[in-house]
């Protein structure tokens, strides 16, 4: 069980290695702060034509620096080809309100941390663009920052896989997907790759044993070959890599064995992503829209970042209104069911919320989420509230607390991508949100 | 006054120039008929992923051809960068509908032609994707084809210009927009170009003198200088010319006078798309956002392509659903009312309507235009019926007649570009359903 009220010396040596010491300073070091990296306040892309120190275009790796990410994290689709997820032309079914200013002042303790911090404090602290809070299935807290409003859609980041796992798994209850299935039984063309004799379930909790390297120092790294087939924008003259997320994936070897390890890499989504929509005989978009977007009563279409080739990129290129997603984590909540109707079996949800292998887990070295597993895509903290989120970097979260009946939503613009250094400010607020909720 | 019924000389000699001859035959010689190039039956983009024959990627001048074209018309978003024509979270106001079969037996004879076609039989023959018409404010007939659903978006292409026109006329009955003035007074960067010198009603009715080439077989034409600077992908290596449609649009030298003849050139578009982006403050796709789509009860958010700073493409970037623009098109027949709110003054709609210049736009001999205007970016047909529209090459229109209380907007993915292989099957297809719907 995570404990969030206490500091352990493994979560404070783990954060160390992020240039974390002392007392929590949210707030990046050098970084200008929430309030100052305001992207309304910037000024980026304002103006006919903005000056040129206020555009943001091309390449990915100068508009998703930040503070620039601040602006772009609402406006994915302005600088690369999108999918849509499409909510149908059904009306939305509103939410019902009973806001709560008092949360506001609801406190904890930071991870690792002494000083107590409030609610509305860590709303800076993490740079948060947007948050919902959904208690008993209303709406007792909302608010919009940074680049967000309600009419707007934030970069969901990996909470994408979160989806990409959810249809997995009703695939699986429902009985189209056969989690023991190797997957070059279903997906033929991934034979010669890792993935081949990996088992669909290995695949759904990331315990592939994959020969790939995420380390961004290192320009030989994987990650490098895998963004440059996945970039929607045409190849350079000469370039002869894979192209796009299906290519890729055939190229990646196999590391170690399978099942033994939790490893978080994006491409075993974009293997599930594959999967599925073989499976469907429909791309991730198509199938998020009609299992999910169209059956929601979302108000907003959602989008999907593609490559080249269109094919949606179902390891993190979703982005949503924030209140959709809320109702998506009302539909985990009310595992499968949503004013009034069931949209898939209640054992999907349980399943997920049941957690993978912790063994598995403990030996990625989480320390903010020590004692937690990962499952379908979704990251089990295995508290005593039973809790549950999809997770993205810089920030994003849906957190769902069965036990105080309560659903966050949170979606932020923090400089530093890795979630660790967005954990202590936010995972005790999560907490303490729900022990007052569990008050009234 | 437009005839649709009488073939003339002027316009068999001009449909020459396009390969006609004898009584008209809509299949283009060679092409594959509509129910023959049916994306679905076609197999685009078709599987995970789809076989290398029926993928559709850029370049755009491979997505663009026939008959990939019938496919990428609902798609654009999903090959280019673009943003969003909100129609915010209110709820759609949904149309009355009042459907009435008959139409499909409605008789014209093409223009040109001696053989009766019914209004069904044409929309085969102009390769139609979707049309609604609209009768006294209801909807009379409505059909979904090609790669169009109820749920989907269509590209508009030059329909955008008279959403950029019409946003300019807004303007300029508010008093916000002084039409007689230089339009370096209000883009001073337009200064040293062929439209600085220009007054804003010239840009606005295209009878600017540019010297500016739209031949395609020319591979030194502007059009090529112009479609490199737009293009939304980031620019090759050691390119030197202008990025975007502001750094093009000042390359623009004069040829001739200004409002001496109509020039159709879709960079006067993109000119009058500046000149109010500065006025309000505000980019095209915002303003058709604030000002119209939010305002008339839209059931879906449109969208526009961006070049690669960001700047939508005012002159042909717009896709959005079938019934939308039909609300456009009702909100121009009930000058500027709809849904019992009044959007902005009738005057607007009355200046689009009395035409512009008919010795000006004679000058450019469209055939089966004769006798025909253009204002505000609108095409005034200066017929009995006062009929006006909005057109697109490959066949788009939002056509309204305040005679006969009629909108048809129809979407369609014909193989040709221009609009006068399309208009002998269907204007007078236009004209006959009026003269049906007086009738009844």
Not at 22 to 36: F, T
Not at 146 to 167: D, P, R
Not at 390 to 415: E, K, N
Request: net charge neutral; hydrophobic share 40%; aromatic share 10%.
């Amino acid at each position: 069980m995570l404990s969030y009220r206490k500091s352990s010396l493994v979560t404070l040596c783990w954060l160390s290695l992020f240039g974390w010491s002392g007392d929590i300073v949210a707030q990046p070091e050098g970084m200008l702060s929430a309030e100052e990296s305001d992207p309304g306040m910037m000024g980026w892309m304002v103006g006919s034509p903005p000056p040129a120190d206020k555009l943001i275009m091309q390449p990915e790796s100068d508009f998703f620096s930040f503070p620039k990410l601040r602006w772009t994290v609402c406006h994915i689709r302005e600088l690369m080809p999108t999918k849509q997820v499409g909510k149908g032309i059904m009306p939305a079914i509103p939410f019902r309100y009973a806001l709560d200013d008092n949360i506001d002042e609801v406190s904890f303790i930071p991870l690792g941390g002494t000083t107590p911090m409030t609610w509305e404090q860590s709303l800076s602290a993490n740079y948060t663009d947007g948050v919902l809070i959904l208690h008993k299935g209303k709406v007792v807290y909302e608010k919009y920052l940074g680049c967000l409003g309600e009419a707007g859609k934030h970069a969901a980041m990996s909470m994408t896989k979160s989806v990409t796992g959810l249809l997995a798994e009703i695939l699986v209850v429902e009985g189209k997907l056969d989690e023991t299935a190797r997957v070059s039984s279903i997906v033929p063309e991934l034979e010669g790759s890792a993935f081949g004799s990996a088992t669909v379930r290995q695949v759904m909790d990331m315990t592939t044993g994959l020969n790939y390297s995420e380390d961004y120092s290192n320009p030989k790294a994987d990650i490098w070959v895998y963004s440059q087939a996945a970039s929607p924008l045409p190849k350079p003259k000469g370039y002869v890599g894979p192209n796009g997320y299906f290519e890729y994936l055939q190229t990646v070897k196999q590391q170690g064995d399978h099942g033994e390890a939790f490893g978080y890499r994006t491409i075993n989504s974009d293997a599930l992503g594959w999967i599925i929509a073989r499976v469907e005989g429909k791309d991730v978009a198509a199938l998020t829209s009609e299992r999910i977007w169209q059956k929601i009563g979302a108000e907003q279409d959602g989008y999907m970042t593609v490559d080249a080739k269109g094919v949606p990129f179902a390891g993190g290129g979703l982005s949503a209104g924030l209140r959709d997603l809320g109702r998506l984590g009302q539909l985990m909540l009310d595992e499968g069911k949503l004013n009034g109707k069931r949209l898939f079996p209640k054992q999907v949800v349980r399943n997920i919320r049941a957690g993978g292998d912790k063994g598995a887990f403990a030996k990625a070295g989480y320390a903010t989420l020590a004692g937690g597993s990962y499952r379908s895509m979704w990251w089990v903290f295995h508290n005593d509230h039973g809790a549950f989120a999809a997770r993205g970097v810089h920030g994003q979260t849906i957190y769902v607390d069965p036990t105080a009946d309560m659903v966050i939503v949170r979606l932020a613009s923090y400089p530093v991508a890795k979630n660790a250094k967005i954990d202590p400010t936010s995972l005790p607020a999560y907490q303490a949100v729900a022990e007052y909720l569990l008050q009234k």
